[in-house]
């Protein structure tokens, strides 16, 4: 991977940090909540218990089921690495300035927005943000997750 691609890839994950750490959230929720109780496991009262009952069960469904969640999981680790790589190499940014830009970046904010939070312009912002760019690709944690 060269240098170029890889400083598009950290951007680009800089850009979706917010939503990234949002859809972890979600994912988490989905694949680690409780699953509702089997219906097997639930009282019945009324004509439920005198209608005749469905025999086995449906494979299709669960397998179908059972691969979402691979996904889901798969999607959920990928997102996490690239979070905590962010994370990591962020605190090792060299300047103060540097890192306030990078979080600002991370929840989104403009560039004009930036300057007006941090009292610069926009070229200011631009060029910070390069410098970010540029410690990032040095960076090995960056550098090896986004490889995989």
Known sequence: MNM?????EIDEVIKDYQ??????????KMLYSSKSAPSSLVSQYGLEVAMPKAQ???????EYQEMMDARRMKR???MKGKVEAIDKDASSL???KQQAVLDLLMIGFTYRGIGKVLGMTISTVSRIKDEILE???????IKDFLRK
């Open 4 to 8: 170029d691609n890889l400083r598009e």
């Open 56 to 62: 086995g069960t449906n494979y299709h469904a669960e």
């Open 76 to 78: 959920l680790e990928r």
């Open 135 to 141: 410690h990032l690709v040095q960076m090995s944690h």
């Open 94 to 96: 060299p300047t103060e």
């Open 19 to 28: 939503w990234m750490v949002h859809e972890i959230e979600r994912l988490q």
